[in-house]
């Protein structure tokens, strides 16, 4: 079995790029673990790395080697213990966004679906394919939306209603329909576009204290930290 994600540095840009064995970049258990570890050797590579030992770190991208962003957990195949492991899981990896130290961006270069979506939207900037499917899907499968995910999910935008009423029924919606409410923060046409945009973002951050700037990021998200925060 290959490794799901991979990173590397640049110049104080981190790139993650989830490669699991399908297209689909499922969520288990196993591969929440992978990612958290991951997230946390980027962060604390990060904080060591910090000028004169290294490029000081300006942003994280984070996006998919093929097919869908992420397709979250395979609700058709995986045992009741699996999609709980993974629903669980996902505390330590919002966790860890919340705690890293520069900007985080998503470039979603497919679609995303249930904690897929919510990885997404861990991140500071979340740009997608305008005609990508995206969708939460937990309800309609009788899925409870664990708190740590409520939280995120109505912190990461103010049309809360929106999301709750379109992305939680049963439809995908299109991403170029997710930039018009204000769901995500960027649009582009096809794949390509997508990562430029996100190293477009990324390119243009000014921030030079990582530290203060996730200092920042769990106060604006306070009710997202605190939920993950308590959990262990």
């Known amino acids: 079995m290959s490794s799901f994600c991979t990173w590397t540095e640049q110049d104080g840009v981190y790139r993650l790029t989830l490669a699991g064995d399908d297209d689909h970049h499922y969520l288990t258990g196993e591969t929440v673990d992978e990612l958290t ?75 995303a679906r249930s904690l897929g979506l919510v990885l997404a939207l861990a991140h500071d900037d979340v740009v997608v394919v305008s005609g990508g499917r995206y969708h939460l899907g937990m309800v309609e499968r009788g899925v409870v ?6 939280a995120l999910l109505r912190e990461k935008t103010d049309r809360w209603y929106t999301l709750g009423a379109r992305v939680m029924a049963p439809r995908h919606d299109q991403g170029s329909y997710l930039k018009q409410w204000k769901v995500v923060d960027g649009v582009a046409g096809d794949r390509d576009g997508v990562l430029a945009e996100a190293e477009r973002v990324a390119g243009a951050w000014n921030g030079d204290d990582g530290e203060a700037h996730a200092g920042m990021r769990r106060l604006l998200c306070r009710d997202s930290w605190e939920a993950v925060s308590g959990a262990q």
């Open 145 to 150: 939306v664990p708190p740590h995910v409520g």
């Open 37 to 111: 570890r991951t997230l946390a050797a980027i962060r604390e590579r990060a904080m060591d790395q910090k000028p004169p030992a290294g490029a000081a770190a300006r942003a994280l991208i984070t996006a998919s080697s093929a097919g869908s962003f992420c397709d979250g957990v395979d609700y058709e195949r995986a045992s009741p213990r699996e999609k709980q492991a993974a629903a669980d899981g996902m505390v330590a990896v919002i966790r860890e966004l919340l705690a890293m130290p520069m900007l985080t961006v998503c470039a979603a270069t497919g679609g």
